[in-house]
């Protein structure tokens, strides 16, 4: 139930198809803007009130509880929505009028609801600028884990990981919206010129050469990217291709390549070289689809659908396993990913990427190179997994890259098992990976 071209309308549908987890939080709100004819403002409207109250639910429910005589947990999900998302805009935005945000809740609340959700809403609202905020203070996860909207597991991993002061500034960090990062796979300098020309500020990332962080008004409607000139890959994702460093004649396998990002930088940094042997496959037929129309026709280039978990008989001089993972690195982009994951949904994947690791490295020729990379923060499916396969693996070593390997700083990046990128550290996606190399 929605209007036409209501951006609250909308943000509240995609809140629920979210929650019902019939999608991820993008394809929620496109699928619900598009039902509703929404134009591109109120799209960005819809998509800052849904990602705020994904990011922030769990501090906007702490707030809430102590108004709803009932509690949370009686509360008609739809109605809950209605009011998690007039409290993130009473709370945390600005440029919402207060009467505005009540009216408009109170009138969604009318519509999934009825007359008795209406005045329920109506109260809690009026209620809530009386009511002063007290969060928990001290440094336990659940302290930590309301003050900052995640879990008490996240919040506790973060803890044991970096200790309480630095897993505060990450899950503030995760609370934020990401930079846009492009590359450009051309001419940067010309690029860059182009859309300078064109209105935007480019800054250049600290670690991933020709990385920057673009700001535009719209990057997506300038001439410069319906022209294909610059790609949109967060730094830490670039980084990984640099790690593999394919070279001119490479026999080279991107094992779990969709949606086909890293496999696009492969190919572009082949292109300048001249020579291209590329394999991209994933466990997916529609993502493979899909991917063969994203990299379209290129010379050397061959996409299929295998499971990377299965043998598969061919040898390459670099194989790539950016395996399926619980994703946490990503939650800048992702906020809802944090109330999905649990820590038997990471154990699983930590144990499907232990049986990958193992079938990739079978296909790497002695000499050869195996990148591991994972977008996420846990040492399960990170370090751990590298560890135990080197143990049962002696034919491979670690391989990591020099400080200035190919023009990049590694030296920060760099621990024992490979290299870290962390958002709240380096403004990039939350990434693990690192080079092992077969003995010859
Ligand atoms: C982290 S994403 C890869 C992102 C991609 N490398 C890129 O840069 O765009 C992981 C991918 O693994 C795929 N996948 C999941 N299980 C798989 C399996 N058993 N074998 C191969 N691919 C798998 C998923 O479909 C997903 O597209």
């Known amino acids: 139930m929605s209007r036409p071209g209501s951006a609250r309308d909308v943000a509240l549908d995609t809140l629920r198809a979210v929650d019902a987890r019939e999608a991820f939080l993008q394809q929620a709100l496109e699928s619900a803007a598009q039902k509703a004819g929404l134009d591109p403002r109120d799209r960005g409207l819809a998509l800052e009130l849904t990602s705020g109250v994904l990011r922030q639910q769990r501090r906007l429910d702490h707030r809430l509880a102590p108004l709803l005589r009932r509690g ?253 993972c619980s994703g946490l690195g990503t939650l800048r982009r992702h906020p809802e990913i944090r109330w999905r994951r649990t820590p038997e949904s990471v154990a699983e994947l930590a144990a499907a990427q232990a049986v990958m690791i193992r079938r990739c490295a079978d296909t790497v020729r002695p000499g050869g190179t195996l990148v591991y990379s994972v977008c996420t923060l846990t040492e399960a499916e990170g370090p751990a997994i590298v560890e135990a396969f080197l143990r049962d693996r002696p034919e491979f070593a670690l391989d990591l890259p020099s400080p200035g390997e190919g023009g990049i700083d590694w030296g920060p990046l760099l621990g024992p098992l490979g290299i870290f990128t962390w958002p709240h550290r380096h403004d990039m996606d939350g990434f693990f990976a690192t080079r092992l190399r077969r003995k010859a």
């Open 72 to 324: 949370l947990e009686a509360t008609a999900p739809a109605v809950l929505n209605v009011l998690r998302l007039a409290a993130y805009q009473l709370g945390f935005m600005d440029r919402v009028p207060a009467r505005a945000a009540v009216h408009e809740a109170v009138v969604q609340a009318r519509m999934v609801a009825g007359e008795g959700g209406a005045r329920l809403v109506n109260a809690v609202l009026r209620a809530l600028p009386q009511t002063p905020e007290t969060l928990p203070e001290g440094e336990t996860p659940e302290a930590v884990g309301v003050r900052l909207s995640h879990p008490d597991w996240l919040a506790a991993l973060a803890i044991d990981r970096l200790g309480p002061a630095e897993a505060e500034a990450l899950l503030a960090a995760h609370n934020r919206p990401a930079p846009l990062t492009v590359r450009a796979p051309g001419d940067p300098a010309a690029t860059a010129a182009r859309l300078t020309a064109e209105g935007a500020t480019l800054t250049p990332c600290a670690f991933a050469p020709g990385a920057w962080h673009l700001e535009h008004r719209a990057p997506f409607a300038t001439a410069a990217f319906a022209e294909g000139l610059f790609r949109v890959q967060d730094e830490a994702a670039q980084l990984v291709v640099h790690l593999l460093a394919p070279q001119p004649g490479d026999r080279l396998w991107d094992a779990c390549a969709a949606p086909g990002g890293k496999s696009q930088h492969i190919v572009d940094l082949a292109h300048a070289a001249g020579r291209l042997a590329l394999l991209s496959t994933d466990a997916h037929p529609g993502k493979v689809r899909r991917l063969a129309e994203t990299l379209g026709r290129v010379t050397g280039l061959e996409t299929a659908v295998h499971d990377a978990g299965e043998p598969l008989e061919r040898t390459f001089d670099r194989v790539l396993l950016d395996a399926p």
